[in-house]
């Protein structure tokens, strides 16, 4: 029940300044993280229940503008797409390695939002293949999509929250 609790995480900039804050209730079954600016709340992230796949529904007030629609449990790329199922942007989790991933609970994410302007990329940037997005993101947009980051991570990657599935221990003997 560790990762069930609430939270509260401010993302901040470089020199400390509170960006915005990412605001996580208790629950049960199906998480909500909410993303607020002083003390308003801008939007939100609402996890659908499903047997194996994963599934956030992502809203600016009351309006849905993305969702994530992952195939499967060991896909670890979660793609947002619009209404018409093209492209917004993609939060990728790396894998760093056997012992980062068994015996610690750090957690790599990148979050691409996409390519606008490839002319402007020097060096070694310019060797990066950007994602194709179907339209860039806004500024609030780009806030609860590292809100949804933070509830992946604490909904299936955390060490402690079991991977997604329950463990179920089983003991010998009498």
Do not use: C
Not at 42 to 52: A, P, S, T
Not at 98 to 122: H, L, N, P, W
Request: glycine share 8%; hydrophobic share 40%.
């Amino acid at each position: 029940m560790r990762t069930r609790r609430h939270f509260i995480a401010l993302i901040t900039d470089s020199t400390g300044n509170e960006l915005f804050r990412v605001r996580r209730p208790p629950w049960l079954i199906n998480s909500t993280i909410y993303v607020e600016i002083d003390g308003k709340e801008m939007g939100v992230v609402h996890r659908r229940w499903h047997l194996w796949r994963r599934i956030y529904d992502l809203y600016l007030g009351t309006k849905q503008f993305a969702v994530v629609e992952n195939a499967g449990f060991w896909d670890w790329t979660f793609t947002l797409r619009d209404e018409n199922g093209k492209t917004l942007a993609e939060i990728d989790r790396d894998w760093r390695g056997f012992g980062f991933e068994m015996f610690t609970d750090a957690g790599q994410y990148v979050i691409r939002f996409g390519d606008i302007d490839s002319s402007i990329k020097t060096g070694l940037a310019a060797q990066i293949q950007e994602l194709d997005v179907s339209q860039p993101l806004t500024l609030l947009e780009r806030a609860v999509t590292v809100a949804l980051a933070v509830s992946l991570d604490n909904d299936y990657f955390s060490r402690h929250s079991g991977w997604g599935l329950p463990i179920i221990p089983f003991w010998g003997g009498e």
